[in-house]
């Protein structure tokens, strides 16, 4: 049954902009799968008619459970093997193996990777499929008229916030920077942790200070073309974004972002916040799950990210993980079929089971918002859902030098227009190629 929602929002958000890659990423988990060499086809034993096909994302299997619970059902004469690969190692095993002409049959792919990959013909056209999605999912995955990923469950990130501990401080929620700077420092003078926040990943800092960006600059008459000046080499980061990174350095300035968080890794940083140890955490659905599992008791919601002027806030996101189809997979017909499953009102819906909050780009499919997001509800209402380094064109993976240097940047190594220039040289290189 169609679910009633506010996803057509959601998706019409993504037209402002669309986001990166995807979705947002797990930072847990191990990478020993990533050293698998399974023969694609390979059958699970003699006696089976099952063929088995590899499925490569970046986030961990219980992300996604729901849905290879339903294809299991759905298409039970292919067997999926899941393969996590932690999101600091994905795309280079990934491009390592394609280049090799071997890799998942399924790539999870980021709009950036999707492009590369479909440019170097290692991906298989979905043009039939893809049809049936909304081009506010699908822009993203084509190239040369073509699309070479099918848009998953569409992805955000904003701060969750524990309405306990806000209550039991008498602290209202923001509106602007400015009033969360003292949100912040509430709690800090009251002895509460203001945000747990695992800095051992570079996304944390790229995501809260990209996010300020965009509602400070990229989200006006100004800034709005900023991206596609930007991957057509017309600008620089450093020289623009200086003034609005200077003013979110106050997180810095103020003890809410530290350097002793680069030794905290995301997982530590969740259950910090879920077992009531700070009062906000930066994460979107796919951490829902895991914060509830830790603390049923806890009263959750979250709230957007803010710039200096009064607004609904933003929200980092947009089309969450493309599923795309290796071209030199030796089962494209069983990928098919599974891909086909997943393009069901029901295939949605399982995706969606791990991911609520999200909306989904295949046309007629529409979900509930979550209570757990009621604070955000104004800013996917006004569509302010955006991702900065989607972009960037065959650069947006330099989104990962960003906040790789960011953390430099935040532990006093260098300068902030030494960071800014790091990233533009390597956006420069990524297009020239």
């Known amino acids: 049954m169609k679910r009633k ?24 988990g191990s990478t020993d799968s990533a050293s698998k060499t399974e023969t694609k086809g390979e059958k699970t034993d003699s006696s089976s008619d099952k063929v088995t096909i590899r499925m490569s994302y970046w986030n961990s299997e219980d992300t996604v459970q729901a849905m290879l619970d339903y294809l299991a059902e759905a298409v039970p004469e292919v067997e999926i093997e899941y393969q996590f690969i932690d999101n600091s190692n994905y795309d280079t095993i990934i491009d390592t193996q394609l280049s090799a002409g071997e ?28 049809a049936d999605y909304s081009t506010a999912g699908t822009s993203v995955y084509g190239y040369n008229g073509s699309t070479y990923a099918l848009p998953g469950i569409s992805w955000f990130e904003g701060i969750y916030y524990n309405k306990e501990i806000f209550e039991e401080n008498n602290v209202e929620l923001p509106k602007t920077f400015d009033e969360f700077l003292d949100v912040c420092t509430t709690f ?64 810095i300035d103020n003890g809410v972002y530290t350097a002793d968080m680069t030794g905290i890794d995301h997982d530590q940083a969740l259950e910090q916040f879920a077992t009531g140890g700070s009062a906000m955490f930066c994460s979107g659905p796919w951490d829902y799950d895991a914060i509830m ?141």
């Open 293 to 433: 599992e830790k603390n049923p008791e806890l009263q959750l919601d979250m709230m957007p990210f803010y710039g200096t002027k009064e607004s609904a806030g933003w929200l980092i996101g947009g089309p969450g993980c493309g599923f795309a189809a290796n071209a030199s997979s030796k089962n494209l017909d069983a990928v098919k079929k599974v891909l086909a499953a997943i393009s069901t009102a029901d295939g949605q819906t399982a995706l969606w089971q791990n991911n609520q909050g999200g909306s989904s780009y295949l046309n007629g499919v529409e979900f509930d918002l979550p209570e757990a997001y009621t604070s955000v509800a104004g800013a996917l209402a006004a569509g302010n859902v955006y991702c900065p380094w989607n972009e960037w064109g065959s650069a947006a993976g330099a989104h990962e030098t960003y906040g790789t240097e960011m953390q430099s940047y935040l532990l006093g190594a260098q300068d902030l227009s030494t960071t800014l220039q790091t990233v533009d040289e390597v956006v420069s290189e990524l297009l020239s190629k």
């Open 103 to 130: 890799g998942p049959d399924i790539i999870c792919e980021s709009p950036g990777s999707a492009l590369k990959h479909a440019k170097l013909g290692y991906l298989e056209a979905l043009d039939d499929l893809a």
């Open 5 to 28: 929602v506010l996803s057509v929002l959601l998706c019409a958000a993504m037209t402002l902009g669309v986001v990166a890659g995807c979705g947002s990423s797990s930072d847990t």
């Open 188 to 251: 800090q003078n009251a002895g509460v942790t203001p945000l747990a926040a695992g800095l051992k990943s570079w996304e944390p800092l790229l995501k809260s200070s990209m996010a300020f960006v965009t509602a400070e600059y990229l989200s006006t008459d100004e800034g709005k073309g900023f991206g596609e000046k930007y991957r057509n080499g017309e600008v620089t980061m450093d020289g623009t974004w200086n003034p609005y990174i200077e003013t979110w350095s106050q997180l």
